[in-house]
């Protein structure tokens, strides 16, 4: 696809000729106000031109934050860098590849939320809920300021709240509905193990050695560019489009 400057071309029905979700075009899961902010700002213009699949990577590990809109209604990098994603309409395998990732918590997020705007309910569910048990600390843009929240509570907010980071969530059916329809196994709770614990404490048992939840992760300066780490990514991202023959451009 060739680049073009003005990336309105994308949201035209009458030209648009690739992959559906839920039966229209992806770039118009974000409301259109939303839209016209993104097209509008600084850093679309100048740090989301020509982004593909693995040098979107760049830009992502070096976000500090999510959220949505802040101020007068200034789009967040986090929000313009979803947009891009949906734009680009990545294969899953480069989608988990993000997700996956370890080492840069905001790239992850924001993963996790284009698996939320995208996926089918069930592997909504499948995928996110193992970040449940993500305790790190993330830092939230908010209208005045900024505010603190943590992985597993941003993940929550995606399964269970309507309208996250400045957008509306299409209202998927709820987790015990699924399971009614056989479309999920019965959750396990990863607390179990510790509320095992907790019980054999109460009645005088000795507590098995698996480790709980453990403490919250230190890792609050991650988000200081790690050169070599931030290659490795991209390098990962790059190889899975290669195995996948995948090649996306803006």
């Known amino acids: 696809m060739t680049h073009r400057a003005d990336a309105k071309y994308m949201i035209d029905e009458r030209g648009y000729e690739g992959e559906l979700v839920r039966g229209q075009n992806p770039a118009l899961l974000m409301e259109k ?51 891009k994603l949906l734009q680009l309409k990545p294969e899953k395998e480069i989608v988990m590849e993000y997700l ?3 080492d ?27 970040f449940l048990s993500d305790y790190r600390k993330l830092r939230r843009r908010t ?22 980071c400045a957008t509306s969530l299409w209202k998927m059916p709820n987790r015990q509905q699924l399971e009614d329809l056989e479309l999920l196994d019965e959750r396990v709770s990863p607390l179990g193990e510790e509320l095992d614990e907790i019980d054999a ?29 931030t290659s490795h990514a991209r390098l990962d991202v790059e190889d899975t489009i290669e195995n996948h023959n995948g090649s996306f451009h803006d």
């Open 201 to 229: 404490d109460e009645i005088g048992e000795p507590p098995s050695q698996g480790s709980g939840k453990g403490s919250e992760s230190e890792d609050d300066m991650e988000e200081e560019e790690d050169v070599k780490r």
């Open 33 to 83: 106000p939303v839209r016209e902010r993104i097209f509008d700002s600084y850093y679309w213009k100048e740090q989301c031109f020509g982004l593909n699949a693995a040098t979107l990577c760049d830009r992502a590990v070096e976000m500090t934050f999510i959220g949505g809109t802040y101020g007068q209604g200034k789009p967040t990098p986090f929000l313009c860098l979803a947009f």
């Open 100 to 102: 996956n990732n370890e």
């Open 143 to 164: 209208k005045t300021g900024f505010a603190l929240t943590y992985m597993d509570q941003f993940i929550d907010d995606l399964l269970m709240k309507d309208r996250v």
């Open 104 to 130: 840069f918590k905001y790239l992850r997020a924001l993963a996790a939320f284009y698996v939320r705007l995208t996926f089918d309910p069930a592997d909504i569910y499948k995928t996110l809920e193992p």
